[in-house]
């Protein structure tokens, strides 16, 4: 077994730990902190892949922004925090029957795929590509988004000015 393989192993058990606990929790933050182990391990295989760019977005997106995001969604909404009662032994016994087969088919599936050669081109300057492509090819598409960005968080603060000044009004 080689180093490679045993990290791989660790974060994908990680993962699958993260998205197993955040679907058994019972508490929101809870839930939202497994998400973020399984966002850093997933990031982890994304390095393994040589594909350091999408890893650090991985990070900065999802473990950053839309974390908090949703932390702040939790925090600002009128949320009961109390537990719900689950279901019987039954029911957890035909949760695990069915991640068992779903593992089952899935290690099947993969120990009789054959991919061909292994591609020898890893390690490349992967975030240089993305860069020149990204700016050369793709440059109209890329300011075309980045406006619809910037229409829509202007319309989102003209919409929160008016809710704030209808609310003055009221009051």
Do not use: C, W
């Amino acid at each position: 077994m080689s180093g490679e393989f045993f990290i791989f192993i660790v974060l994908s058990l990680i993962a699958i730990g993260g998205g197993i606990m955040m679907i058994n929790l019972t508490k929101v933050v809870h839930m939202v902190v497994a998400l973020v182990f399984t966002f850093i391990s997933i990031s982890g295989i994304y390095v393994m892949l040589s594909a350091e760019f999408i890893a650090v977005v991985q990070i900065l997106i999802y473990s950053g922004a839309i974390t908090i995001m949703m932390l702040f969604g939790i925090m600002l909404t009128r949320h009961n925090d109390k537990s719900e009662t689950s279901g019987g032994g039954f029911r957890k016994f035909l949760i695990f029957l069915a991640i068992l087969g779903f593992g089952l088919v899935f290690y099947l599936g993969i120990y009789q795929l054959e991919l061909g050669e292994p591609s020898t081109s890893l390690h490349e300057n992967n975030t240089e590509q993305i860069g020149i492509a990204l700016y050369s090819k793709y440059i109209i598409p890329f300011e075309l988004t980045s406006v619809i960005l910037l229409v829509a968080l202007i319309g989102a603060i003209v919409l929160a000015k008016r809710d704030d000044e209808e609310g003055e009004e009221r009051e």
